[in-house]
């Protein structure tokens, strides 16, 4: 190979690298970048204040299973089962163990230990109600939107976070602490986000990499399970 061949070689090289910076460029100003309002991780005041766990279900494409997380009040999330019929989790019992939907034959009810994943009873039932509309939000709580700014509210309508953002930035679920002190939301930014319901201050990044945030439901831990 000559010094001619390998300067040629550079010089392609680098003409495909400053393609890629351009192509990349013209992406970035055609459909922006969703850019999510900056949330601090959780303080050890908050971790002693959260009332429980949560938990919820999300995709594992690499795996092509439904992972049912957990994320403590002590630590960040985990998966402690993966498994191809998992649906939603639906609520806690009063033991702490996890309750969840399954959507295999039917429908049927598991619950598994919290921190094994290992399936403790099972049973088969008719129809679960939802825990939550349409929009994935519970509790009456709103989320609105008016010239760049997002807010969180209350049914009453008390803001408990307005920030700046994207217009493309969303929240995806929201979910209530069963004492009412809390709401868990998740975020297009695949975040898993707590914040105090009284607006006292601003919320936390309680764990990352949430994924399928639009609808999968976040059950605290103590919340019941539906009636019927």
Not at 85 to 101: E, K, Y
Not at 137 to 158: C, D, F, K, M
Request: net charge negative; glycine share 10%.
């Amino acid at each position: 190979m000559t010094k001619e061949t390998i300067h040629r070689g550079e010089k392609g090289y680098l003409i495909g690298s400053a393609a890629l910076v351009v192509l990349v460029a013209v992406l970035a100003l055609a459909f922006g970048v969703v850019r999510p309002p900056a949330v601090a991780g959780l303080t050890d005041v908050q971790r002693a204040a959260l009332p429980g766990g949560v938990a919820w279900t999300q995709f594992d494409e690499r795996a092509g299973c439904t992972q049912l997380m957990v994320a403590r009040p002590d630590d960040g999330s985990e998966a402690i089962a993966c498994d191809t019929q998992l649906d939603q989790v639906i609520g806690w019992t009063t033991d702490g163990i996890i309750a969840v939907r399954y959507v295999d034959e039917g429908q049927r009810i598991e619950t598994r230990d919290p921190s094994t994943g290992e399936v403790l009873s099972s049973i088969n039932v008719m129809v679960v109600p939802e825990q939550t509309d349409d929009s994935g939000i519970e509790g009456g709580y709103v989320v609105n939107r008016s010239e760049g700014t997002l807010v969180v509210a209350q049914p009453g309508g008390t803001a408990i976070w307005e920030t700046k953002a994207d217009a493309r930035y969303e929240i995806g679920t929201l979910a209530v602490s069963p004492d009412g002190s809390w709401a868990a939301m998740t975020d297009s930014a695949e975040r898993l986000l707590v914040v105090r319901t009284d607006g006292s201050e601003p919320p936390a990044v309680w764990a990352t990499g949430v994924r399928e945030w639009a609808w999968r439901p976040v059950v605290w831990e103590g919340t019941a399970l539906p009636s019927g």
